[in-house]
T-cell receptor
Framework: KNEVEQSPQNLTAQEGEFITINCSYSVGISALHWLQQHPGGGIVSLFMLSSGKKKHGRLIATINIQEKHSSLHITASHPRDSAVYICAVHPWGTQGGSEKLVFGKGTKLTVNP | DGGITQSPKYLFRKEGQNVTLSCEQNLNHDAMYWYRQDPGQGLRLIYYSQIVNDFQKGDIAEGYSVSREKKESFPLTVTSAQKNPTAFYLC??????????FGPGTRLTVL
């Protein structure tokens, strides 16, 4: 079983819809990242969070440390939001922290006009 | 502009050849990372470096080598010992335990 699981694997939406992508993890972590990968392959960091909620434009990321779960929400989705969204965590190592990331397999989002 | 550059964008290798992928950053980050991405799989860590002249193996280091002679540069060599090197390679950098910034990637194909 992967340490980081994302759902759904694929998601198709109509422009304007509210979108939720979920991430569950099985290890203790110091932080969680949400990343966006466009078809060309480049990756952009959207959020890094360790508690609560962060908002940037139409994107909102939440995390529940006790439940080991995070969600990425996109409000008023647009075709340009079409990309692969990747969840990654910093697991705690035996030394009490780690700079290494463990990645989920990604959620492919397609937003149709 | 601050950022990370990778070159080349596309690279073709004959079996038995070593190839080197370039990664340069001008963000003044201490930490740099190399990841491999295969279809249907999450990114996997090959090597990382927290400081100049020091680097650590990641989860799939076999068949790869790196150097960190300068803070700005972290080249990755894919050796002939890597049995299945065709993949998309991503370099990243960060401050210690901070947000990682990714390069545009290099797509390596073995002919």
């Amino acid at each position: 079983k992967n340490e980081v699981e994302q759902s759904p694997q694929n998601l198709t939406a109509q422009e304007g819809e509210f979108i939720t992508i979920n991430c569950s993890y099985s290890v203790g972590i110091s932080a969680l990242h949400w990343l966006q990968q466009h078809p060309g392959g480049g990756i952009v960091s959207l959020f890094m969070l360790s508690s609560g909620k962060k908002k940037h434009g139409r994107l909102i990321a939440t995390i529940n440390i006790q439940e080991k779960h995070s969600s990425l929400h996109i409000t008023a989705s647009h075709p340009r939001d079409s990309a692969v969204y990747i969840c990654a965590v910093h697991p705690w190592g035996t030394q009490g922290g780690s700079e290494k990331l463990v990645f989920g397999k990604g959620t492919k989002l397609t937003v149709n006009p | 502009d601050g950022g990370i550059t990778q070159s080349p964008k596309y690279l073709f290798r004959k079996e038995g050849q070593n190839v080197t992928l370039s990664c340069e950053q001008n963000l003044n980050h201490d930490a740099m990372y190399w990841y491999r991405q295969d279809p249907g799989q999450g990114l996997r860590l090959i090597y990382y470096s927290q400081i100049v002249n020091d680097f650590q193996k990641g989860d799939i280091a076999e068949g790869y080598s790196v150097s960190r002679e300068k803070k700005e540069s972290f080249p990755l060599t894919v050796t002939s010992a890597q049995k299945n090197p065709t993949a998309f390679y991503l370099c990243a950098s960060s401050i210690f335990r901070g947000e990682q910034f990714f390069g545009p990637g290099t797509r390596l194909t073995v002919l």
